[in-house]
């Protein structure tokens, strides 16, 4: 769905509304994750749920992207770690 939507999105609106609503849907599931790691205290309870679950996806449409794009495995697992270490609770 992510190059699809990066190649005709803008152009189809047919593919623009399925890719939002994969997008949408990822989102959804990021946010509940977000909030049990919430409350299991591995993300810090006052941080924007909404964003962070827009974040994640994000990442997942970059990893996808950079894997397209023929980016080695070190590197998409290095944005991985990057990002989980970005997401956890301060001490």
Known sequence: MVNAAAERGGRD????AR???ARQAL??????LVRQAQA???VAPERPTGAL????????FGLRALH????HEAT??????ETVRGLRAQE
């Open 27 to 32: 989102d959804r599931r990021f946010e509940l």
């Open 40 to 42: 299991d205290g591995d």
């Open 19 to 21: 890719a939002d609503a």
């Open 53 to 60: 679950a827009a974040l994640l996806t994000s990442v997942v």
């Open 68 to 71: 397209t794009a023929g980016a």
């Open 13 to 16: 609106p047919e593919t623009a």
């Open 76 to 81: 998409r697992r290095s944005v991985v770690e």
